[in-house]
């Protein structure tokens, strides 16, 4: 069984930061591409970043610049630093990772407000 617990969420002013974490656990033998989604009120989940194994990331267009993702492969940790955040970035953040060739699995999320 593989666990993956978000954190880091919370309440933030308009233009504020947060860093958020997910800790992969369990039968881990290997974890390969790596990425945070978001879903906001009333709207589909999305790609805001991801990452490989080999430390390739990418991004969506609306987080670029802001946003940075990076991975301690040696603890299993996923990150998340979002900078300049907006009142839009208000959503559920979700990790998700594709571990042990090919099993996909996800986090049960962290909530992130950003008032204006």
């Known amino acids: 069984q593989v666990q993956l617990v978000e954190s880091g969420g919370g309440l933030v002013q308009a233009g504020g930061s947060l860093r958020l974490s997910c800790a992969v656990s369990g039968r881990i033998f290997s974890i390969n591409a790596v990425g945070w989604y978001r879903q906001a009120p009333g709207k589909p989940r999305e790609l805001v970043a991801d990452?490989?194994?080999?430390?390739?990331?990418r991004y969506v267009d609306f987080v670029k610049g802001r946003f940075t993702i990076s991975r301690d492969n040696a603890k299993n940790i996923l990150y998340l630093q979002m900078n300049s955040l907006k009142p839009e970035d208000t959503a559920v953040y979700y990790c998700n990772a594709f571990v042990n060739i090919g099993s996909n699995y996800w986090g049960k999320g962290t909530l992130v407000t950003v008032s204006s």
């Open positions: 990452i490989t194994s080999g430390g390739f990331a």
